[in-house]
Nanobody, 127 residues
Framework: QVQLVESGGGLVQAGGSLRLSCEASGRTFSSRSMGWFRQAPGKEREFVAALRWSGGTTSYAESVKGRFTISRDNAKNTVYLQMNSLKHEETAVYYC????????????????????WGQGTQVTVSS
């Protein structure tokens, strides 16, 4: 029902910035809350940020507050993650995801609440 394709990953120096994009297909995109997760080698998948389907309500992991910004453009069926002041330990594969339900009024950091996932984009932060 929903397909997600991430882009924008790459190699960046510590302290630098990257902007990730996630383009979605499916007519229900604008009614779903969206999230970003990341997974480093040998680590569990970690919540990064989420954005409610309507309005500007957001949620962030404590470790990225003040540095990362999630946003969306429903007209383009795209969600973004602006990452500033990147740290070496944030090297990971970054995934975007769409929440299971339609029009939910809450945000979730639980990956089990998300039904649709992109293939991921590699972000490597050099030290």
């Amino acid at each position: 029902q929903v397909q997600l394709v991430e882009s924008g990953g790459g190699l960046v120096q510590a302290g630098g910035s990257l902007r990730l994009s996630c383009e979605a297909s499916g007519r229900t995109f604008s009614s779903r809350s969206m999230g970003w997760f990341r997974q480093a080698p040998g680590k569990e998948r970690e919540f990064v940020a989420a954005l409610r389907w309507s309005g500007g309500t957001t949620s962030y992991a404590e470790s990225v507050k003040g540095r990362f910004t999630i946003s969306r453009d429903n007209a383009k069926n795209t969600v973004y993650l602006q990452m500033n002041s990147l740290k070496h330990e944030e090297t990971a594969v970054y995934y975007c995801a769409a929440m299971r339900g339609i029009g939910k009024l809450y945000l979730s950091s639980d990956p089990d609440e998300y039904d649709y996932w992109g293939q991921g984009t590699q972000v490597t932060v050099s030290s």
